[in-house]
């Protein structure tokens, strides 16, 4: 810890001081505010009301880029950006339209340090933020409306997770680096809360279409209003799409193939991403009571590049996701205290409405007409209650205090296949029969399992000297599976000066271990181990925070991480299993630098680049995340009523795991256009056209590494989409 | 770093950065936001009302405006009650506070509730009853709610509702000259 600080010690401060230097040469130009406001005061009072104003909720993505942005996830109570104990992106609904965007996955690539990967598994996004990089993606915590969506069984968010509709989405509130001393499991490389739209934020009626390429259609309808005293939002969306099918040249069987002279394998062919959704979501509040709901059903769902990494165009899933929410939030509960409890639930199914293939007839010599193919059926419950308190009793001090209580199940597993061990007999499946029933037997993929966990957490925020303020916290964790954990944070915050903050912060953070790691018992390759530990990581960051003018701001951090106890399926004697061990460490470091600036009225830049480097425990690079990437969206009125957005996304190159023989996977460049036409008076229809990877850059993921047998399933990697297009129509009642 | 797979993404920018700084701003007029002008208002609110001088511990007392709640000023209330005090050279200075809870309000002269605050409007009124506080909010129904002075917008022009009943309720008293360009509600 001590060379790890020392490391991150003088290059931070080093780059520091170059950035303090290089921002504060460039000088304060005149004061429009300062002008406009003196200008009012010199009116009276009749000629104030006949002044004409641009009204505030007017959709002016220009100024709303450098406004005071608050976040509430750094400590749960609201805080400029700028001062929160911890590096913090927002996005709002604002920046959401302006981007053209309808779903939550690509929102996020806007973030610093955070890339959006693809899962080898099922394609769904990864949220890899600063090199923490894994297929499940379980170290980073997504929250909607402060609820987890975690699955049990890998620690993802489900088997078909394929984000939500951004229509919903108020504004998403990002943290990179640990969380898990206020959030406890997974709030480990980050933390991204989803908040939804309640009644202020639609206020009125919405409907709208779109059309993309891949035949994708969606249809939605918001709602914001007051009814018997009850602020209630609710909103619907229908959608339907074929996916971007890109060519998967070669698959698992196409090695298996090359290795048994068969010629079973279905690659070169399409990714498998269509599915159908329907989401629908519902907020009712009233004084301090608030109730949320949301619903998704996904059917026809892809398989993608399949389970075992095969293509597979016949099986199809069906997913259901029902998160909902009671909130009681009192300022006032007391003079003193200010009281949140939560009750919160979450349920997960995932079905094999159509069998899954896990590899196509001819496999196998062609033992198998029909392929080897399983049907599956796995549900999932999370009960949570969550209680939390400010105390503002005391002059200088701000506290915190929680609890809560969590119950978890894998309630309901069903499995069948036509391969493996049938449990009735205890024999093989003779190739070329039905599917077996071998659910409730120990060759079902996951036994039925539950978890149980409390917690408890404090927080004090010390403002112990004028512009220095100490933000402490500590949380008990207690499991039913894996024992107890305690994880602490610090930060410091120093006002600078008054346009300039510096931040230094430390947390450390655990992983949970999911189900499949602990007690997976069918599969040779990915056995559990119940003796697991969870994974720990510690961070520290160093951070600058600077509003050089009224319309440009700068920000820098610095971070250095280490994460170890990294939960692998390590080969057992022999090399034929592989059994899950906390093997693996990584370290990492790097910075973010990024700048808001309002050019002109009419004319906005966001921008941001961001460096990490990681490296595992043989200090070899740890792979598949970009070690530079950047960020930049423009967006300019060009004329009434009239809005182009460009965003530009650069993501460098990946290397490889050490045992992945290929060469480093090319980096690529994207560039979306979205031209807008948008007024905002009620009775109009308001229109978006757009192109998605202008220039066709051929874009890709990193597939998963060599398997036991050193066999690269996918060697091309994960194909994204090529240019598409799409257009919007919404109509305001 | 690879800096030749960065070259397109260079240029593509730097081109988008002149674009947007170098397009003619048409229509550059200047047009106040809404906030600005609001903040405006509340400053200039002290000047048209009479508070009580139990109303103020001491000769010297700020007349303190607070905002509960997230609201939507940024900057420009704190520059509007600077610039005021700048200018003043007889009666009470002004001074700004952001509140959050209900007990802070004791200490206010004029009470900004942010729309924020839908949800509590109702005991922020009671709680509010008990001072000599003036309050202000741009929420529907405000006033007849109980509060005393409501923005809203007709057009693009910020007006306002005034009960002066309820202000002469809690002993403020409104110079006519406020009430003549205030919509009266009774």
Partial sequence: ?733 | MNILSMRPFLAITLLIVLTGITSPSYGASKTPREYQLKAVFLTGFTKFIEWPNAAFSKANTRITLCVLGKHPFGRALNIAVDRTNKRKRKGRRLKVRYIKKLKQIAACHILYVSQSERRRRSAVLRYAQHYYVLTVSDMKHFVENGGMIQFYTQGNKVRFFINPKTLRNADLEPHGNLLRVADIVR
Avoid: C
């Avoid at chain 1, 894998?410 to 499946?429: D, F, M």
């Avoid at chain 1, 043989?618 to 060009?638: F, I, K, M, S």
């Fill in chain 1, 1 to 733: 810890m001590k060379t790890l600080l020392k490391q991150i010690s003088w290059r931070s401060y080093l780059l520091g001081a170059v950035f303090l230097v290089a921002t504060t040469a460039y000088g304060t130009p005149l004061d429009e505010e300062e002008a406009m406001i003196e200008y009012l005061q010199g009116l009276d009072f009749e000629d104030l009301t006949e002044v004409e104003v641009t009204l505030d909720e007017v959709f002016d993505v220009f100024d709303g880029l450098v406004k005071k942005r608050t976040v509430k996830v750094a400590t749960g109570v609201e805080q400029s950006t700028a001062h929160a104990p911890a590096v913090t992106t927002v996005i709002t609904a604002q920046d959401i339209e302006a981007m053209g965007v309808n779903n939550l996955n690509q929102v996020l690539e806007m973030v610093p340090g955070l890339h959006v990967a693809r899962s080898s598994e099922n394609y769904s996004s990864l949220y890899i933020i600063r090199g923490v990089y894994s297929d499940a993606n379980a170290q980073v915590l997504l929250l909607i409306n402060g609820m987890p969506i975690k699955a049990l069984f890998a620690g993802n968010r489900g088997m078909t997770w394929a984000g939500m509709p951004a229509n919903v989405i108020a504004r998403i509130e990002i943290i990179r680096g640990p969380g898990s001393a206020v959030y406890g499991a997974d709030a480990f490389g980050g933390v991204i809360n989803v908040i939804t739209k309640s009644k202020d934020d639609i206020d009125g009626t919405e409907a709208g279409i779109r059309m993309e390429s891949f035949d994708t259609q969606e249809a939605w309808l918001l709602h914001g209003d007051n009814w018997a005293g009850f602020d209630v939002a609710m909103a619907l969306e229908y959608g339907s799409t074929d996916g971007h099918g890109a060519q998967i040249e070669a698959d698992a069987q196409t090695q298996f193939d090359h290795i048994f002279g068969t010629q079973a394998s279905l690659a070169p062919g399409p990714v498998n991403l269509q599915h159908d959704h329907f989401d629908a979501h519902l907020d009712i509040s009233r004084d301090v009571w608030q109730w949320r709901a949301d619903y998704q059903k996904l059917s026809d769902f892809g398989t993608a590049v399949g389970i075992t990494q095969a293509l597979d165009p016949s099986g199809k899933y069906a997913g259901e996701r029902l998160n909902t929410d009671l909130t009681y939030h009192n300022l006032d509960f007391t003079e003193n205290w200010d009281v949140t409890a939560q009750l919160s639930y979450l349920a997960m199914t995932i079905e094999t409405s159509t069998p899954i293939g896990l590899f196509p007839p001819g496999a196998f010599g062609g033992a198998y007409p029909y392929g080897q193919i399983s049907y599956l059926k796995m549900s999932e419950r999370h009960t949570r209650l969550d209680l939390s308190a400010f105390y503002s009793g005391f002059k200088k001090h701000d506290i915190r205090l929680g609890t809560g209580y969590y119950y978890g199940e894998i309630n309901e597993v069903v499995s069948r296949a036509n391969y493996g061990i049938n449990p009735a007999t205890g024999q093989a499946i003779p190739p070329g029969t039905e599917l077996i029933d071998v659910s409730d037997s120990p060759y079902a993929f996951i036994p039925e399992k539950d978890r149980k966990s409390w917690y408890l957490f404090v927080q004090d925020v010390w403002l112990f000297a004028p512009n220095w303020e100490l933000t402490a916290g500590l949380r008990y964790d207690e499991y039913s599976d894996f024992g107890s954990t305690l994880n602490p944070r610090f930060a410091l915050v120093w006002d600078t000066r008054p346009d300039f903050t510096s931040k230094f912060l430390y947390g450390r953070a655990f992983r949970a271990p999911a189900f499949g790691e602990l007690y997976s018992i069918s599969n040779p390759v990915a056995l559990g181990n119940p003796d697991l530990e969870p994974e720990i990581i510690d961070s520290w960051e160093l951070a600058f925070d600077y509003r050089a003018t009224d319309n440009l701001h700068m920000a820098l951090n610095l971070f250095s991480y280490k994460w170890y106890d990294a939960i692998h399926f390590v080969a057992n004697p022999g090399g034929q299993t592989r059994t899950a061990q906390n093997a693996g460490s990584q370290t990492g470091h790097g910075l973010e630098f990024e700048t808001r600036w309002k050019m002109t009225k009419k004319a906005s830049l966001l921008a941001n680049y961001a460096y990490q480097e990681s490296r595992d425990e043989e200090d070899h690079d740890a792979g598949n995340a970009p070690q530079h990437q950047a960020y930049l969206r423009t967006d300019w009125l060009v004329y009434p009523n009239w809005y182009l957005d460009t965003q530009i996304n650069w993501v460098g190159k990946r290397h490889r795991i050490f045992a992945d023989p290929r060469a480093s996977l090319d980096g690529y460049t994207t560039v979306d256009l979205t031209l807008r036409r948008k007024d905002i008076r009620k009775g109009h229809w308001n229109f978006a056209l757009g192109v998605r990877n202008l220039f066709d850059d051929d874009a890709r993921e990193p597939s998963r590494g060599p398997t036991s047998r050193g066999i690269v399933s996918i060697p091309n990697d994960l194909p994204l989409a090529g240019r598409h297009f799409f257009l919007e129509m919404r109509y305001q009642f």
